[in-house]
Structures are given as structure tokens and as C-alpha cells.
């Protein structure tokens, strides 16, 4: 079993930056791919990206390439998110999950540990 506790949500303004975190509780993480999700006022959780448990692989989605990048240290056994020029549209509770694999990683339906969520409001 791993929990996850994801972190580092708050108010930002439009075109601002945030920095979101996620490590695990009790686990490494280390062997898992971990992806981001959000989930806005009444819609979809939605995938946001993914990185490969190497570091060596990530997968973004079209509406936040170039402008959110995932990575991770392992050696902290943690995995951020850096979300750069954010609009309001974006404003969302952000969850991170984890997954054996890469294969898939978009896919929320893949993913077998989620965290709680961290709210991120960006205002207009």
C-alpha cells in the first residue's frame, strides 16, 4: 500500500507559478510511475502529466505543455510538479497517483494509489 500526500496548492495569480509536491507515506515511491491529475468545479478528473519512475520518461497533457514540467528526486523520494504561466481555467483540487509502469500513464483508470489533493486557485 502506498499513500501519497501531495502538497504545495494555494492562490496565484494569472501567468503566476506554483510548485506542487508528492511523496509517499510509509513507501517509496521510487519503482512507480507517478502522474498529476486535476479536477475542476464540476468536471472530469482530467490527467495533467506523468513522469516514468527513472525520471527518464514524462508525458504531458496538449493544454499544459510547455508550461508544466513533472520531475522528481528520488534520493528525497518525492515528485513535483512545476506549473509555470497558469490560467484561470486551471483552477482545480491537483491529486497525484501512482502506478507500476509507464504504459498508460495518461489514463486515470491505471493508476492504483491516489492522494488526497491539493487545491490550486488561480485568480483572474
Known amino acids: 500500500q502506498v499513500e501519497l500526500v501531495a502538497s504545495g496548492g494555494g492562490l496565484v495569480e494569472t501567468g503566476g507559478s506554483l510548485r506542487l509536491s508528492c511523496a509517499p507515506s510509509?513507501?517509496?515511491?521510487?519503482?512507480?510511475?507517478v502522474g498529476w491529475f486535476r479536477q475542476g468545479p464540476e468536471k472530469e478528473r482530467e490527467f495533467v502529466a506523468a513522469i516514468s519512475w527513472g525520471g527518464d520518461m514524462t508525458n504531458e497533457a496538449d493544454s499544459v505543455k510547455g508550461r508544466f514540467t513533472p520531475w522528481r528526486d528520488n534520493a528525497k523520494n518525492t515528485v513535483y510538479l512545476q506549473m509555470d504561466n497558469l490560467k484561470p481555467e486551471e483552477t482545480a483540487v491537483y491529486y497525484c497517483a501512482a502506478k507500476s509502469g509507464f504504459s498508460g500513464s495518461d489514463s486515470r483508470a491505471s493508476y492504483s494509489y491516489w492522494g488526497q489533493g491539493t487545491q490550486v486557485t488561480v485568480s483572474s
Open positions: 510509509g513507501r517509496t515511491v521510487n519503482k512507480f510511475t
